[in-house]
């Protein structure tokens, strides 16, 4: 197992601007630029906290866990806690920052396990009214923020935060084509869902058997199926699969770990599986994609 808190990538563990007492900041991305520097954010590094990042003005490239995304005014970002991340060396884009810690935000229904899921969308690009009304979001989040807090502050701050996550997701769904049911009445879908993502978290470098999730989580494999499927629009298999992936993406680019070393701690008993699995769901071995050459075989 790899501790990334180990690894020689810097993190920002404090969330910057960030009011006394309450784990939530509001800012822009040139106030945090004045202090950090350009030479930190243009290195691959992680964050501690949650930020969302909504572009105002100008453009750049963004990089998150080794995937490249084009930003410009409406572009909305999610960076969760640990993901690499790294902007270009030269860019004139400024933004509006949300940053919170993983314990502040209310705890909604099942969708709102995206807060703990880094294998879900973390690039949006915002509709001219998907932009506005988010944005009226934010511009309530802003000005709660500022306010002199008269006992309530907090409580305000979760709440308008829980209706800015909820319009993400929303939005994620919209732009996903995605007309699933948000949920079973009973919310049990959901419930086992996240259940399965904990599991997964610490178990995916163990095995990447559905039928031993469902063992864990006592239930049957088609029911497991049933709820990845409703929840998430993907399947158990799949799920497991690009976590294992994300994983070996990630020890590939910022470690210097032999390739076989990696196989071993993602539980690949033989290296060639390992490039097997990798060609599978990334398109180039693991070699080629550690020079950065992303020409499919």
């Known amino acids: 197992m790899v501790d990334f808190v180990s690894l020689p990538i810097p993190v920002i563990p404090d969330i910057p601007h960030c009011r ?3 784990g939530m900041a509001v800012t822009s991305l040139s106030e945090v630029r004045a202090t950090v520097s350009m030479d930190f954010t243009t290195t691959p590094h992680r964050l501690a ?5 909504l572009i105002g003005s100008g453009s750049g490239h963004f990089t998150i866990d080794s995937t490249r995304y084009s930003c410009r005014v409406g572009s ?5 806690p640990n993901q690499v991340i790294q902007f270009a060396s030269v860019t004139n884009m400024d933004a509006r920052l949300v940053m919170f810690t993983e314990t502040f935000p209310l705890r909604l229904r099942a969708q709102m396990g995206m807060l ?8 949006w690009q915002l509709r001219d009214d998907e932009l506005a009304r988010f944005q009226r979001v934010l511009a309530l989040i802003q000005e709660e923020f500022e306010r002199p ?5 907090e ?6 935060l829980a209706v800015a996550l909820m319009h993400i997701d929303q939005m994620c769904r919209s732009q996903h084509n995605d007309h699933r049911e948000a949920d079973t009445p009973s919310g049990e879908n959901g419930e086992l869902f996240l259940r399965f993502r904990r599991e997964l978290e610490s178990s995916y470098r163990a095995t990447r058997l559905v039928e031993d999730y469902a063992a864990a989580l006592n239930c049957t494999p088609r029911t497991l199926s049933r709820a990845c499927r409703i929840v998430a629009g ?6 497991i699969d690009a976590r294992v992936a994300l994983e070996a993406k990630r020890l590939l680019v910022h470690t210097d770990l032999p390739v076989g070393t990696i196989a071993r701690q993602l539980g690949f008993t033989e290296v060639t599986n390992f490039g097997k699995f990798f060609v599978r769901r990334v398109n180039v071995p693991p070699g080629a994609f550690r020079r ?5 075989n």
Do not use: E, V
């Not at 807090?149 to 502050?153: A, C, E, I």
């Not at 950065?292 to 499919?296: C, E, K, N, Q």
């Open 76 to 80: 909305l970002l999610w960076i969760r």
């Open 155 to 160: 409580d305000i701050l979760k709440h308008l």
């Open 20 to 22: 006394p007492g309450i």
């Open 234 to 239: 993907s399947s158990t298999k799949d799920l």
């Open 49 to 53: 906290y949650h930020q969302i990042m």
């Open 292 to 296: 950065g050459d992303d020409s499919p």
């Open 149 to 153: 807090d008269q006992g309530l502050g």
């Open 116 to 123: 703990d899921d880094s294998l879900r969308p973390c690039h």
